[in-house]
């Protein structure tokens, strides 16, 4: 029996780095995918302005017209922006763009962190509800607001947590 042959780090791409195996793939992404949901839910559950009306249509919460810090953390963002999802997002995607940046991250980690638990945490469904219930509210003018200040923040959170981890150029 020959000696065990130490072996450097898997690198992505190198020949230690293989992609695991249908079953294995699946169970990496649906464990983080559970991970991910479990604490967006926990957190639209427990921050104001985050779940759903009684309808079930809508996560917005409701307009307001003072500036306070507690006052936002009570009641949500000016204009009825339902900051909770905009949260998990900006979170999900920055927490993507650091393992993103990360250049020795396995295909294993990107499966489960990156498909798995930021695919579980951020919320484009939710995101796509809310706009069209402001939208709906006849609030045009809040319901662009939040598409392009959600789009700009959650690409800059993206960027932000890339060069962070030290990575540039190219998305792998």
């Known amino acids: 029996m020959d000696p065990e042959i130490p072996r450097p780090p898997a690198t992505p791409g190198s020949p230690a780095d293989h992609i695991p195996s249908g079953a294995v793939a699946a169970a990496l992404v649906g464990a983080g995918g ?8 926990a957190v639209l559950e427990v921050l104001p302005g985050g779940m759903a009306g009684g309808d079930g249509t809508s996560t917005t919460s409701t307009p307001l017209a ?7 953390l009570r009641d949500g963002l000016p204009w009825g922006l339902p900051w909770p999802v905009i ?9 993507l763009g650091v393992l993103i940046g990360r250049r020795r991250a396995s295909t294993r ?3 489960l962190l990156g498909t798995g638990f930021c695919g579980g945490l951020t919320t484009f469904s939710t995101f796509a509800v809310d706009a069209a219930g402001l939208w709906r509210s006849a609030r045009p003018g809040v319901a662009a ?28």
């Open 145 to 172: 607001t939040y598409v392009v200040l959600s789009v700009l923040i959650a690409l800059g959170a993206f960027l932000a947590g890339r060069s962070a981890a030290g990575g540039s150029g190219r998305i792998p």
């Open 34 to 41: 559970i991970a991910g949901a479990a604490i967006r839910w």
């Open 66 to 72: 003072v500036g306070d810090a507690h006052v936002w």
């Open 87 to 95: 949260l998990v997002n900006i979170v999900g995607c920055g927490l």
């Open 109 to 111: 980690s990107r499966l």
